[in-house]
């Protein structure tokens, strides 16, 4: 029924292929979309995705703040996630960067080499520059990895894979518009009644299908009946995030001075990104914080100092309801690398009892490295009379509910729940922040009627979710006045290839499922978007009680999202 392993437009089943087939000019469209050269663009692309370009320019102007560093990189991404949005309204789907020259994801392209098991994916060297010695290890210019060849026995670059997605101006042929005629409630109904009805889905499930362009429902199962809906709540907590702070914003962990007692106060801004890490690579480093508050009180003449930490912007237990759990650390307002007792960056690990005292603890080992003494940090607040010495922010929030979603990080999850409850003026605990998100959807016109909120990850058994409010969310986060919110989509982990998906859909329809997961006891959900056959993007919400086997349960989700995949349905 399925091909052996991941090839996904040669070997697939017919309609994977036609699938396939349908969604690559349209992602090759995407492609082009998000390159920096919108002008190019807008004169290529058909006219209604050229007159719904214009229409977006007020809101690009609105949100884009062009700055320095790290910022420029954000503008850059807004500016893509706003013009996508407008082709998604068209019928086109949208996938966020990087591309290659060939208009191919590159995540997907070194996972399709890697598969291949020939080598490393090291596409920018030559047959010829593979044998050479003393190559540089910088980038190439069309994104390949460049890495040197000096090692004896290095690995010969793996064969190039075909692409996952169609190359710009290649044989794909020019994007059309999607059909007009819509798939059918029965059309559909035939394709999935069959497999909803799989014994591997327990004894209740739910579901629903939207058309994302227009907004209307094409099929529903149960659609209005609340079920636990574990990690597909992120999606909820995504949408409420964005809308209350905007992709913009930063989290921001500072160093702050009071002169008077000489007590330096390291205050959490409830950042589940910050790192201790050497490497910190995009995230905000304790380090570089560190190294900063060291220089102005050297300039102060001062090389000791009582230290202390601040958690206040938090309230409440910071233990979840489902007590101490490798899946999330103590929620605080000041954590390094989640409170990991690894070197891991997800997935579930034993976590520190005290995430403050221990990010404090490292803050105070690399200050001593800097040349400042400090005394054994204990909690405390910073007052309003207090210099703010130094400074570390995130990545821009849209960053973070990539990351949330890709990897279904329930530390981040809980943080911008928190986050969402500070923003709104609400009080910053579990209870707070779930009436937090409930409000903030509520205020977005998303149909909240039997939702209940407990906490921002999932992992509550208490939560409530109906099929119909998660594909409201996804078409909300596809709408193309709201470019603020297309990182729900962008995160959705992309099927056999990112995130929690990455290990399925190896033998269906891999790179055109892109859905977020739940998993807990005697639950499985799925909910995300598909192309179908005729390149309709349609979002689709999937919800199931009583599973008893979850590998089971999650195969008999994954065959149903192939299924819309390779369907017409009309």
């Given at each position: 029924?399925f091909?052996?392993?991941?090839?996904?437009?040669r070997?697939a089943?017919p309609h994977v292929?036609?699938?396939?087939n349908?969604?690559?000019p349209?992602?090759?469209r995407a492609?082009?979309?998000?390159?920096p050269?919108?002008?190019?663009?807008?004169?290529?692309?058909?006219p209604?995705?050229?007159?719904?370009?214009?229409?977006a320019?007020?809101?690009?102007a609105?949100?884009?703040?062009?700055?320095v560093?790290?910022?420029?990189?954000?503008?850059?991404?807004?500016?893509?996630a706003?013009?996508?949005?407008?082709?998604l309204a068209?019928?086109v789907?949208?996938a966020?960067?990087?591309?290659?020259?060939?208009?191919?994801?590159?995540?997907?392209?070194?996972r399709?080499?890697a598969?291949?098991?020939?080598?490393?994916a090291?596409?920018?060297?030559?047959?010829?520059s593979?044998?050479?010695?003393?190559?540089?290890?910088s980038?190439?210019?069309?994104g390949?990895?460049?890495?040197s060849?000096?090692?004896?026995?290095a690995?010969?670059?793996?064969?190039s894979?075909?692409s996952v997605l169609?190359?710009l101006?290649?044989?794909?042929?020019a994007?059309?518009a999607?059909?007009n005629?819509?798939?059918?409630?029965?059309?559909l109904?035939?394709?999935?009644?069959p497999?909803l009805?799989d014994?591997a889905?327990?004894?209740r499930?739910t579901?629903?299908?939207?058309d994302?362009?227009?907004?209307?429902?094409?099929?529903?199962?149960?659609?209005?009946?609340?079920?636990?809906?574990?990690?597909?709540?992120?999606?909820?907590?995504?949408?409420?995030?964005?809308?209350?702070?905007g992709?913009?914003?930063?989290l921001?962990?500072?160093?702050?001075?009071?002169?008077?007692?000489k007590?330096?106060?390291l205050v959490?801004?409830?950042?589940?990104?910050l790192?201790?890490?050497?490497?910190?690579?995009?995230?905000?480093?304790?380090?570089?914080l560190?190294?900063?508050?060291?220089?102005?009180l050297?300039?102060?003449?001062i090389?000791r100092?009582?230290?202390?930490?601040?958690?206040?912007l938090?309230?409440g237990?910071?233990v979840?309801?489902i007590g101490?759990?490798p899946?999330l650390a103590?929620?605080?307002?000041?954590?390094a690398?989640e409170?990991?007792t690894?070197?891991s960056?997800?997935?579930?690990?034993?976590?520190?009892?005290?995430?403050a005292?221990?990010?404090?603890r490292?803050?105070?080992g690399?200050?001593?490295?800097?040349?400042?003494?400090?005394?054994?940090?204990g909690?405390?607040?910073?007052?309003?009379?207090?210099?703010t010495?130094?400074?570390?922010?995130?990545?821009?929030?849209?960053?973070?509910v990539e990351r949330?979603?890709?990897?279904?990080?329930?530390?981040?999850?809980?943080a911008?729940?928190?986050?969402?409850?500070?923003?709104t003026g609400?009080r910053a605990?579990?209870g707070g922040?779930?009436?937090?998100?409930?409000a903030?959807l509520?205020?977005?016109?998303l149909?909240?009627?039997?939702?209940a909120?407990?906490?921002?990850?999932?992992?509550?058994?208490?939560?409530?979710l109906t099929?119909?409010?998660?594909?409201?969310l996804?078409?909300?986060?596809?709408d193309?006045?709201?470019?603020d919110?297309?990182?729900?989509?962008?995160?959705?982990p992309?099927a056999?290839?990112?995130g929690?998906l990455?290990?399925?859909?190896?033998?269906g329809?891999a790179?055109v499922?892109?859905?977020?997961?739940g998993?807990?006891?005697?639950?499985n959900?799925?909910?995300?978007?598909?192309?179908?056959q005729?390149?309709?993007l349609?979002?689709f919400?999937?919800l199931?009680?009583?599973?008893?086997?979850p590998?089971?349960?999650?195969?008999?989700?994954?065959?149903?999202a192939?299924?819309?995949a390779?369907?017409?349905c009309?």
């Open positions: 029924m091909v052996p392993e991941l090839r996904p437009w070997a089943r292929v036609r699938a396939a349908a969604v690559r349209r992602l090759a492609a082009e979309i998000v390159r050269r919108l002008a190019r663009v807008a004169a290529a692309v058909e209604q995705v050229a007159r719904l370009t214009q229409a320019k007020p809101q690009l609105r949100i884009t703040r062009p700055k560093g790290r910022n420029v990189r954000s503008w850059q991404y807004t500016a893509g706003a013009t996508a949005g407008l082709a068209a019928g789907v949208t966020a960067g990087p591309w290659d020259s060939t208009g191919q994801r590159t995540a997907e392209r070194d399709a080499a598969l291949e098991r020939t080598g490393g090291d596409h920018g060297r030559t047959e010829e593979a044998h050479s010695s003393g190559s540089s290890g980038s190439g210019s069309d390949s990895s460049g890495t060849d000096s090692a004896a026995g690995p010969r670059p793996a064969p894979a075909a169609a190359g101006g290649g044989s794909a042929g994007v059309k999607a059909p005629a819509l798939p059918t409630g029965t059309g109904a035939g394709v999935l009644k497999l009805s014994p889905l327990g004894a499930h579901a629903a299908v939207v994302v362009a227009t907004g209307k429902r094409l099929y529903g199962v149960g659609a209005d009946t609340a079920l636990t809906p574990a990690s597909t709540t992120k999606i909820a907590t995504a949408v409420a995030a964005l809308s209350a702070m992709a913009e914003h930063r921001t962990t500072r160093a702050a001075f009071e002169a008077d007692t007590e330096l106060v959490g801004g409830g950042d589940p990104t790192t201790a890490r050497e490497d910190a690579g995009d995230w905000a480093s304790l380090r570089t560190a190294a900063s508050t060291a220089t102005a050297k300039k102060r003449g090389t100092v009582t230290l202390s930490y601040d958690t206040t938090f309230a237990p910071e979840h309801p101490v759990n899946n103590p929620v605080t307002a000041l954590s690398d409170g990991r690894d070197d960056a997800s997935g579930p690990v034993t976590r520190v009892a005290d995430p005292a221990d990010t404090t490292k803050f105070a690399f200050l001593k490295s800097a040349g400042v003494t400090t005394t054994t940090p909690p405390s607040k910073a007052t309003t009379r207090a210099q010495l130094a400074t570390v922010s995130s990545p821009p929030l849209s960053a973070l949330m979603l890709t990897n279904s990080d329930n530390d981040i999850a809980e911008l729940a928190r986050q969402t409850a500070v923003a609400a605990d579990f922040a779930g009436k937090a998100v409930q903030q509520k205020k977005l016109g149909p909240v009627k039997g939702a909120f407990k906490d921002g990850s999932g992992l509550d058994r208490e939560d409530r099929a119909n409010l998660l594909t409201a996804l078409v909300k986060a596809g193309p006045t709201r470019p919110l297309r990182p729900v989509l962008t995160g959705l992309i056999g290839f990112t929690t990455s290990a399925r859909y190896a033998d329809a790179g499922v892109r859905a977020k997961t998993t807990l006891t005697g639950v959900a799925l909910a995300g978007t598909v192309v179908d005729d390149g309709r349609l979002a919400a999937l199931t009680a009583d599973t008893t086997d590998t089971a349960a999650q195969a008999a989700l994954d065959r149903t192939t299924a819309l390779g369907c017409g009309r």
